[in-house]
């Protein structure tokens, strides 16, 4: 599927780093480097914008590296770009760590995946069918 972007990053285009890849590394476009202090959160932008076709988002996600190494993780995890959005994609990353982190130029700071997703149409009943699970949530399946 070809998908419409404008680069004005100083960055190249998003890629899979391997033939199996479902996410592609979004980079930091900034002028300077941005110092991010424990529980802050700031929205950092990319230098892109896409046009996907209708039916079809873009979902933000974390770096599992950054996450894990350095505890920078993206807030709205994930966060959604829709078919109709124009503008330049921002990710809002937050400091989880009890260290100041600080964001380079260029940085891979989330990973994008391209989805596609259906619109439905609520139909209201009285009843839902039964289910062996029922009403169980939030850990009623076992550890």
Known sequence: MNVKIINKSKHELPAYETGSSAGMDLRANISESVSLKPLERVIIKTGLFIELPVGYEAQVRPRSGLAAKKGITVL???GTIDADYRGEIGVILVNL???EFTIQDGE???????SRHEHITWKEVDNL???SRGTG??????V
């Open 76 to 78: 709205n995890s994930p």
């Open 108 to 114: 891979r700071i989330a990973q994008m995946v391209i």
């Open 97 to 99: 760590s009890n260290e």
């Open 137 to 142: 949530g939030f850990g009623s399946t076992g």
């Open 129 to 131: 069918e039964e289910t």
